[in-house]
């Protein structure tokens, strides 16, 4: 009896160390698989915008100045208001030139009278010539008096029209309807014509031109798309464009291009471009600074991705995407421009592939995910 107590305490021991370790076994169950978000990518038609700066300018400009010499009388019009075409806005001192429209009235008068003499003697001449009384040449010579007595008057007629004319000009009219500026002389200024001495400005400010550039190689760009047929683009005067104000806030109104310059500046390396503006509210300045969103064309099959799935590094950008195992897939792409939060793809991804969102941080290639809501990025970012 004595022998066997060992052996059974050395089967208990092995029997309670075997169900312990079993126990231990049990306790640890698998890992469960990281949850994430995914987005469908999934290609679809996008509108291209480029955003530029750009620099608003009147819609047209003219500079008002003198056409005669004379001393400023007064101003006719109100400084920084809306003026009418052919509104009276400076008089000059028409003295001198009322007493030169005399001196042209009384020298065509003078020519005329001249003409009357002349024509009696080539009719009284014309019996005589016929009779014998008078030679030829005495008949030649009356008639060349007509004519010189005739042209006599053309000048003076002439003359008198320029006079007439310098007259006008001391009433200094708008040559178009729009804001007049400051005026840039005084009343008793002397002012010239041969010196051309600038009165004011007038700029019309409805519509207005916004002007701004592009880069050779970007217009570069858009014609190979076009030809490869991954952009579509309207006409020029259907290209439509917004503006963001200095402030940030969006212009309520919307214009369309009506200028492309087919030549690319040497100093700057850029092609000028210019849109057209209404602008009812004189909310636009000339010599104001805007942002121009233009929208360049359509993509018919462009591919969305949203910033935040793209991982950049030094190599480049890629992103992680769940295979049809449902594994993490690493996956390089080729991006574009980043606008509202999208990257668009270039290259990369063919569409339909399941792209993490969500999670990033808890997953690595090759482990297997378990994917808690997809949808396509479409619906994200349209």
């Given at each position: 009896m004595r022998a066997s107590l060992p052996c059974i305490s050395l089967s208990c021991v092995l029997a309670a160390s075997c169900g312990g370790a079993g126990e231990q076994s049990g306790s640890a169950p698998p890992m469960a698989a990281p949850q994430v978000q995914v987005v469908v990518a999934s290609p679809g038609p996008e509108v291209d915008v480029v955003e530029v700066p750009?620099?608003?300018?009147?819609?047209?400009?003219a500079e008002v100045r003198a056409r005669v010499d004379g001393i400023v009388e007064r101003r006719l019009y109100?400084?920084?208001?809306?003026?009418?075409?052919?509104?009276?806005?400076?008089?000059?001192?028409?003295?001198?030139?009322?007493?030169?429209?005399?001196?042209?009235?009384?020298?065509?008068?003078?020519?005329?009278?001249?003409?009357?003499?002349?024509?009696?003697?080539?009719?009284?001449?014309?019996?005589?010539?016929?009779?014998?009384?008078?030679?030829?040449?005495?008949?030649?010579?009356?008639?060349?008096?007509?004519?010189?007595?005739?042209?006599?008057?053309?000048?003076?007629?002439?003359?008198?029209?320029?006079a007439r004319l310098d007259l006008s000009f001391t009433t200094v009219t708008a040559p178009i309807a729009g804001r007049a500026g400051r005026a840039q002389v005084t009343e008793g200024a002397l002012v010239s014509a041969s010196g051309a001495t600038l009165l004011t400005r007038i700029e019309q400010l409805d519509p207005v031109y916004v002007n701004f550039s592009a880069s050779s190689a970007a217009l570069l760009q858009v014609r190979r798309e076009i030809a490869e047929?991954?952009?579509?683009?309207?006409?020029?005067?259907?290209?439509?464009?917004?503006?963001?104000?200095?402030?940030?806030?969006?212009?309520?109104?919307?214009?369309?291009?009506?200028?492309?310059?087919?030549?690319?500046?040497?100093?700057?390396?850029?092609?000028?471009?210019?849109?057209?503006?209404?602008?009812?509210?004189?909310?636009?300045?000339?010599?104001?600074?805007?942002?121009?969103?233009?929208?360049?064309?359509?993509?018919?099959?462009?591919?969305?991705?949203?910033?935040r799935a793209v991982q950049l590094t030094r190599e480049g950008a890629s992103v992680l995407v769940v295979g049809d195992d449902g594994v993490v897939v690493p996956r390089p792409v080729e991006l574009a421009e980043l606008r509202g939060g999208f990257w668009r793809v270039r290259g990369g991804l063919d569409g339909g592939e399941r792209v993490i969102v969500e999670g990033l941080q808890r997953v690595q290639p090759?482990?297997?995910?378990?994917?808690?809501?997809?949808?396509?990025?479409?619906e994200l970012a349209r």
């Open positions: 750009g620099r608003v300018q009147a819609y047209r400009t109100e400084e920084g208001s809306d003026v009418v075409e052919g509104q009276e806005l400076f008089q000059i001192d028409p003295r001198e030139m009322r007493a030169a429209v005399s001196a042209a009235e009384a020298n065509l008068q003078r020519a005329q009278t001249a003409v009357e003499n002349a024509r009696r003697d080539v009719e009284r001449y014309e019996g005589l010539v016929a009779d014998q009384a008078i030679s030829a040449q005495e008949y030649d010579a009356a008639v060349a008096r007509l004519r010189t007595a005739e042209a006599d008057v053309a000048q003076a007629s002439a003359e008198l029209e320029r047929g991954t952009l579509e683009v309207a006409a020029l005067d259907q290209i439509r464009v917004t503006l963001e104000l200095e402030d940030g806030t969006p212009y309520r109104h919307e214009g369309f291009l009506d200028f492309l310059d087919m030549s690319i500046d040497q100093a700057t390396g850029t092609a000028a471009l210019r849109a057209e503006f209404p602008n009812p509210d004189t909310v636009l300045l000339p010599g104001q600074f805007v942002r121009a969103r233009v929208e360049v064309g359509v993509r018919p099959d462009a591919l969305l991705i949203p910033q090759g482990q297997p995910v378990e994917i808690v809501e997809a949808g396509p990025v479409a």
